[in-house]
């Protein structure tokens, strides 16, 4: 088969045919690519859906981590605590010392009444 760069009547409908080949070929491109895109658009909003109760959950998760986070107690809380414990430890300190000391006086008191009982035992 020769290419005749003439126009005739067979050049002609050779063309149309290509031309209506291609037109039908574009036609059922974009009528199908139609119909995917309702399909792409309901997939991404079934996506943007998801992503939506993803985020209210997860900010439902951060309210609760917040609302925990405002009942502890701060930085300057603990160091009164810590503070309160220090003195109080002084204190039972002080507390002992003084027991001790009471200890020992009431040996010497114990003894001394003691010492007074033999003696009104055995002088009486």
């Given at each position: ?28 491109w974009i009528a ?93």
């Amino acid at each position: 088969m020769n290419f005749d760069p003439t126009i005739t009547m067979g050049n002609v409908l050779a063309a149309l045919a290509l031309m209506v080949s291609l037109g039908t070929t574009i036609f059922a491109w974009i009528a199908t690519r139609r119909s995917n895109v309702e399909a792409r658009f309901q997939r991404v909003d079934e996506r943007f859906k998801e992503g939506s109760d993803r985020m209210d959950r997860q900010e439902g998760r951060i309210a609760r981590l917040e609302q925990s986070v405002k009942s502890m107690p701060s930085k300057d809380d603990l160091h009164q605590i810590e503070i309160g414990m220090t003195e109080l430890a002084g204190t039972m300190k002080e507390i002992a010392a003084v027991i001790g000391a009471n200890q020992s006086s009431l040996k010497s008191l114990d003894a001394a009444v003691s010492t007074m009982r033999e003696y009104l035992l055995n002088n009486k």
